[in-house]
Nanobody
Framework: QVQLVESGGGLVQAGGSLRRSCAATGRIFSIYDMAWYRQAPGKQRELVAV???????KYSDSVKGRFTISRDNGKNTVDLQMNSLKPEDTADYYCVADLGAGFALGSWGQGTQVTVSS
């Protein structure tokens, strides 16, 4: 099992930047695919970005070109750099580890709110 602890986030004006960080326990962090999800009030949960164990990454169309996901296997961390933020990026953001059965059944962080004011 792996536990995820998130930090970062908060309130920012439109056009600004924030960085979310996620620290994982466990000695085999490097084998997990990692992702960031978000959920806005009244909306479905959305997969924002994925970074696989081979460091390949994918992004949702809504954040492509603005967000960057990265990982440091030496520190057991995965980060989400969010630039050019828009009010529609306002949501609770979650770090997730795929333990082998998909992200939905993986290990989820506690979630942290990101609010982008216009």
């Amino acid at each position: 099992q792996v536990q995820l602890v998130e930090s970062g986030g908060g309130l920012v004006q439109a056009g600004g930047s924030l960085r979310r960080s996620c620290a994982a326990t466990g000695r085999i962090f490097s084998i997990y695919d990692m992702a960031w999800y978000r959920q806005a009030p009244g909306k479905q949960r959305e997969l924002v970005a994925v970074i696989k164990s081979d460091f390949s990454s994918k992004y949702s169309d809504s954040v492509k070109g603005r967000f960057t996901i990265s990982r440091d296997n030496g520190k057991n961390t995965v980060d989400l750099q969010m630039n050019s933020l828009k009010p529609e990026d306002t949501a609770d953001y979650y770090c997730v580890a795929d333990l082998g059965a998909g992200f939905a059944l993986g290990s989820w962080g506690q979630g942290t709110q990101v609010t982008v004011s216009s």
